[in-house]
């Protein structure tokens, strides 16, 4: 599966963001889907994820209450809304698709890159 980043950009701390990730060559509906974030230097971190259902969410204490991740079928897209962005959110934001029974992402996407100014 191909994942595609997009919608990344410059907002000014306190303002909102909405990443999408869409897929080409398969259906999302069988994976399980992350977003990470990496600064350079720097490892790169989990945001959060999304189950294939949609039904479970998970968030790094970091983001949480901010940030939330959502999956349209139609649409075969995994968006990540970012809201009351904060300068220490600014990162390479990549998407990524994990398989049933797999331990780690198998399959991901280019990064899109979210600057927060103070």
């Known amino acids: 599966v191909q994942l595609q980043a997009s919608g990344g950009g410059l907002v000014q701390a306190g303002g909102s963001l909405r990443l999408s990730c869409a897929a080409s060559?398969?259906?999302?509906?069988?994976?399980a889907m992350w977003w990470f974030r990496q600064v350079p230097g720097k490892e790169r971190e989990s945001v959060g994820?999304?189950?294939?259902?949609?039904?479970?969410?998970y968030y790094v204490d970091s983001v949480k209450g901010r940030f939330t991740i959502s999956r349209d079928s139609a649409k075969n897209t995994v968006d990540l809304q970012m809201n009351s962005l904060k300068p220490e959110d600014t990162a390479v934001y990549y998407c990524?698709?994990?398989?049933?029974?797999?331990?780690?992402?198998?399959?991901w996407g280019q990064g899109t890159q979210v600057t927060v100014s103070s």
């Open positions: 060559g398969r259906t999302l509906d069988n994976y």
């Open positions: 994820l999304i189950s294939r259902t949609g039904s479970t969410t």
């Open positions: 990524a698709a994990q398989r049933i029974g797999t331990q780690k992402p198998d399959y």
